[in-house]
């Protein structure tokens, strides 16, 4: 259940995309959203804002009135500040647009994942959602490593949005769920049923065999009687002396993977859920299946099994959360 949402925004598409689909969530769960700005550094602000914020000032000055809420800040600051609520005000009505209601807004001023993760922390926030490109794109809000970051360090789960304002969740036809059988991939499958029955959505779990695994990380992430005999012997005498578990044991243990997250997802009220056994590299196969398929969303867990080559594991989950075409989720 998702009850409490953080979006940060620098006004950039990316982020805009973020807060509608913020927006949207909030709306569709009834949860309250704190819309973040963190102050631009210097030479961060784009053109357009600047000249909206000089503008601000001048008119109050005109009539005698302060316009931040700030006397003793230098001019300088006071003018971050202007953006800053000028950036807020624009979330906000973005973010009613599509459908949120609870809205708290802050602005803030520091490094910008160490606040985003500030937030998160103190707020209790569930689920962030923000997007992968900011205004300045050497050292914008959101860019590459400040979005890794927090989605490596975050105490939830996280939503990163690379396009501009999209379609709205309930427009959704197709979620895909990467999934390991680790146990965030699990949660990861709860999480995606829950999405997918609200918004009506077909389910497509997607497993790629994994190569590497030991037999004892095997047997973490499945129930070894429901293999064949053969299947356990092969992980039996893996362990010995080199773990070597054969490609068709690992594509029966893959089958029971899909199985157990199918029965995960559909206890959550998904009707429409297909399964799908890849192969080759898992980040190349989930990008190049979403695309294929058109995918609205993608769903995994924030952790994979450890392996090196794992499906979910570090470089996987970061390549597909920064190059996938639709949103990524990654499930804490």
Not at 47 to 65: I, M, S, T, W
Not at 298 to 313: A, D, F, H, P, T
Request: glycine share 8%; proline share 4%.
């Amino acid at each position: 259940m998702i009850r409490s949402i953080l979006v940060p925004t620098d006004h950039s598409a990316s982020a805009n995309g973020a807060v509608a689909l913020a927006g949207d969530l909030a709306g569709l769960y009834g949860a309250r959203l704190t819309i973040l700005h963190v102050g631009f550094r210097d030479g961060e602000a784009p053109r357009e804002l600047r000249d909206q914020a000089e503008l601000a000032f001048a008119n109050a000055e005109a009539v005698g009135q302060p316009v931040s809420e700030h006397a003793e800040w230098s001019p300088h600051h006071q003018m971050l500040e202007v953006m800053g609520r000028m950036i807020l005000t624009e979330a906000r009505a973005r973010a009613q647009r599509h459908g949120a209601h609870n809205i708290v807004e802050v602005l803030d001023f520091g490094d910008d994942a160490e606040r985003i993760l500030h937030h998160a922390r103190r707020r209790n926030i569930d689920t962030i959602v923000m997007g992968t490109r900011g205004q300045n794109q050497l050292q914008g809000l959101l860019l590459g490593s400040v979005s890794s970051k927090v989605q490596h360090l975050a105490p939830c789960t996280t939503v990163l949005v690379r396009q501009p304002e999209g379609s709205r969740l309930r427009d959704y036809r197709t979620i895909l769920v990467a999934t390991d059988g680790s146990e965030h991939a699990l949660k990861a499958s709860r999480f995606a049923g829950r999405m997918a029955h609200k918004a009506d959505a077909s389910l497509v779990f997607v497993h790629v065999p994994l190569k590497g695994a030991s037999p004892e990380q095997i047997a973490a992430i499945v129930d070894i009687q429901d293999l064949s005999a053969r299947a356990r012997e092969d992980l039996h005498h893996g362990s010995l002396p080199i773990p070597i578990v054969s490609d068709t044991t690992l594509e029966e243990v893959g089958r029971a993977i899909l199985a157990r997250a199918r029965a995960a997802a559909e206890a959550e009220g998904v009707g429409r859920v297909e399964t799908i056994l890849g192969s080759g590299d898992p980040a190349r196969v989930i990008l190049e299946f979403a695309r294929a398929r058109q995918v609205d969303l993608i769903v995994m867990g924030s952790r994979g099994v450890g392996v090196v080559e794992g499906l979910l594991l570090g470089s996987a989950s970061n390549k597909v959360s920064h190059l996938a075409e639709c949103p990524v989720v990654a499930v804490r």
